[in-house]
């Protein structure tokens, strides 16, 4: 029998904590992006933010650019005065920052894909199991918890908006779609559809998420509110997640009785 290599012991380690190598790389983005946003011009008092870090400067008018990356913001005060308000330094600092973050992001998702792929494991029978109860709870816990989940992201929006700009926006509905996902698979681990083995529950906790997320941000639009999410959004959430995980319980109890008929036909009557 082969032993298993430090190495091994290592990737298996980093593969169990993948949610957790997101998350850190999510919030080290989102930290990026206040770092960004701070140093960058107010975005209330551009135009003071600029006279008082030049105060010696004259101009028929005050022009401002800025960029996210490489982070990037000038103050054209005309006649050729133009001054840099973040640091050839700073900016290379940040800009290396978001590629390490950037890096980490990409690897978690990267084993939260892999988690997708695995082999499906040990099936879990749904014998003398009360499927139509357990449905029920699925069903009421998860869509509280959607509730609750697309709530707060809607409120996350606007403080992102504020302190991290587009990029902290974005990254918080990442963050969003990933914590509704892990907390979807979580739930139908626990109280989803039967037989059924652990890397059903991260695929259709996954696709649980990710359409309910996609389903908010597709209303938004249509509303005419983005990049603002309002707290209507929240029941909208919730319904989209009854919708798909009711789908996901039709289906999977047809491939179970599917299931059944082979196993009659290969096997014989069951005793």
Request: aromatic letters at 8%; glycine letters at 10%.
């Amino acid at each position: 029998m082969r032993r298993s290599t430090g190495s091994e012991g290592v990737i298996t380690f980093v593969k169990r904590r993948a949610g957790s190598v997101l998350a850190l790389g999510l919030v080290s983005m989102l930290g990026w992006s206040m770092a960004v946003s701070a140093s960058m011009p107010s975005w209330y008092e551009p135009d003071r933010e600029c006279e008082q870090a030049f105060p010696l400067a004259q101009g028929n008018g005050l022009h401002i650019t800025s960029d996210w990356l490489p982070p990037h913001a000038t103050c054209d005060f005309g006649d050729g005065q133009v001054h840099q308000f973040i640091s050839p330094t700073r900016s290379t600092v940040l800009t290396i920052v978001f590629a390490l973050t950037a890096a980490l992001t990409l690897f978690g998702l990267y084993l939260i894909i892999r988690r997708l792929t695995d082999p499906a494991g040990t099936v879990r029978s749904a014998e003398a199991v009360d499927l139509r109860r357990r449905k029920l709870r699925h069903l009421g816990i998860g869509a509280f918890l959607t509730l609750l989940i697309v709530a707060l992201f809607a409120g996350a929006n606007v403080f992102a908006a504020f302190m991290g700009g587009p990029p902290g926006m974005l990254i918080v509905a990442l963050t969003a779609t990933a914590a509704l996902s892990a907390v979807a698979a979580a739930i139908d681990r626990e109280q989803g559809p039967l037989p059924s083995t652990a890397r059903d529950s991260h695929r259709r906790g996954a696709v649980a998420g990710c359409t309910t997320l996609a389903t908010v941000f597709v209303v938004t639009v249509a509303s005419g509110n983005f990049p603002f999410y309002r707290i209507w959004v929240a029941p909208v959430g919730a319904i989209t997640y009854l919708l798909v995980t009711t789908l996901q319980w039709s289906r999977n109890r047809g491939a179970g009785d599917r299931n059944a008929v082979e196993e009659d036909l290969l096997w014989g009557p069951r005793t």
